[in-house]
């Protein structure tokens, strides 16, 4: 293992741009599809049943979404920093960091659970929900919002090992949680006819036990990076750097999915039909979309553990090919998705309802053939968060969805009249000004300023051993 590490290290520093992306962005793809294959299996179960417990769970799910994103930036920043120690050859610092990231992440999950589910009745309300929509949603989230600490623990594995150039072991050990979820849905569901409780358990159960099998792989004290009780208390240095260079990305990202939240209300006024489309289309869109998101990840290593190095060209050129290659792979497939005849018999697997149909397909067609500027959004945030600067992705989030789409919103539905269609075009548009600005402070060099400071470890010597 020990051996197979230090290969991973030669090929993300020395080794082959290309073949070093694919290496680490081809395992992500993988493991980010298992992991959208949660809700996806959840959406086609719940189609089957009725359009109400689909609209349910698509209404409350960026309350999750918040919740999560606000912790991944405990994790993000875990990775950049472990990453840059590693880089640097610092490995007990990396061990250390590791150990905070793991008291930090699971602290807050457990606070977070136990106020999202007391607060559930009244965050339904607000979002509009009555009757059987209400009732549904509220069965859903209570229960769900118990598999935070699973899906954090798991989170930290992925983290650490990414952190490496290992992406394929949270590959596995997801595809173990999705098989799982596989079975549970249907028999849950359907055979015990729990419904969205039974959803809600399905993921629940699917994502204990991958996180039980992390813990324990990641105790394993004979690795690199581990769990340590001896690291396990608060560290005022490493918890600083934590702050800093996660704050930011939590903020970005819960800030990003409040805003997603808003958006799911102004789309329930549309109705549950509209509702459910939204919750379709976003989801299949997002299968197209996992590569750009895997390939950003795979930056955020690349450039970490090379800027640790100080081997900032090198850095950059990670970052161009990467960028290149979603660029190319998302025009493809969006071209493809946009037809209308491909975009119709894909939504309709996930319900049977003509106007959620033809909705869900209006809603991917747009979002497909516009999907090419996740290429350059994705890639430049890796750029940023590998070197540290994550108030800049923050500060894009942020904008993103609290200017550019509500103002777009307002201005298709008040002044062009666009109806539910000034949903669909909001999104788009708001993603393409924030690939952009972010491309322009990429050609501004901000991202070359030291913002982590690292020693310069044992690199060198590792080095020579490594080709002895």
Not at 99 to 123: E, G, K, Y
Not at 161 to 190: H, K, S, W, Y
Not at 254 to 263: A, D, P, R, V
Request: aromatic fraction near 10%.
């Amino acid at each position: 293992m020990k051996a197979a590490k230090v290969k991973n290290r030669q090929l993300l520093l020395q080794g082959n741009m290309l073949h070093a992306i694919l290496s680490l962005a081809i395992p992500v793809v993988i493991n980010s599809f298992l992991q959208t294959m949660y809700n996806l299996t959840d959406t086609y179960w719940l189609g089957q049943i009725g359009t109400h417990q689909l609209a349910a769970i698509n209404l409350v799910t960026p309350v999750q979404n918040i919740i999560i994103n606000f912790g991944s930036g405990i994790t993000v920043a875990g990775s950049v920093l472990i990453a840059q120690y590693i880089g640097a050859g610092e490995k007990e610092n990396a061990k250390g960091m590791a150990n905070q990231i793991f008291i930090c992440a699971l602290s807050f999950a457990m606070v977070c659970a136990t106020v999202c589910f007391a607060a559930t009745p009244a965050i339904i309300s607000w979002l509009g929900a009555d009757g059987e929509t209400f009732r549904h949603a509220q069965m859903y989230l209570q229960i769900v919002i118990w598999d935070m600490p699973f899906l954090y623990m798991v989170s930290i594995f992925s983290a650490v090992n990414q952190a490496q150039g290992d992406t394929v072991r949270p590959m596995l050990l997801n595809f173990g949680g999705i098989t799982l979820n596989l079975f549970l849905d249907p028999l849950l569901m359907v055979y015990f006819q729990l419904g969205t409780a039974g959803a809600a358990l399905a993921t629940l159960l699917s994502k204990a036990v991958p996180a039980i099998i992390a813990f324990c792989l990641l105790s394993n004290r004979k690795k690199d990076v581990s769990l340590d009780v001896r690291h396990m208390r608060f560290q005022a240095d490493k918890l600083k750097l934590i702050l800093r260079i996660g704050l930011p990305t939590a903020i970005g990202g819960s800030t990003m999915q409040l805003g997603f939240l808003l958006m799911s209300k102004n789309v329930y006024f549309y109705g549950t039909q509209a509702m459910a489309a939204y919750g379709i289309g976003n989801k299949v869109n997002g299968l197209i979309t996992l590569p750009s998101n895997a390939i950003g990840s795979a930056v955020a290593t690349i450039v970490g553990q090379n800027m640790g190095a100080g081997q900032r060209d090198r850095a950059e050129k990670g970052y161009r090919i990467s960028m290149l290659i979603s660029i190319v792979f998302l025009f493809t497939g969006g071209m493809i998705l946009s037809r209308d005849i491909i975009s119709t018999t894909i939504v309709s697997v996930f319900s049977e309802d003509a106007e959620v149909i033809a909705m869900a397909a209006d809603f991917l067609s747009v979002m497909a053939f516009w999907c090419f500027t996740n290429g350059v959004y994705n890639s430049t945030s890796g750029l940023f968060q590998g070197t540290g600067h994550t108030e800049v992705t923050m500060a894009v989030d942020a904008t993103r969805l609290w200017v550019f789409r509500f103002l777009t919103l307002w201005f298709c539905e008040t002044i062009l009249h666009m109806g539910v269609r000034s949903i669909w075009y909001s999104v788009v548009i708001s993603n393409g000004i924030s690939s952009v600005i972010l491309f322009i402070l990429y050609r501004s060099g901000l991202w070359k300023k030291p913002r982590i400071k690292v020693g310069t470890g044992n690199t060198q010597q590792e080095k020579e051993a490594a080709q002895k």
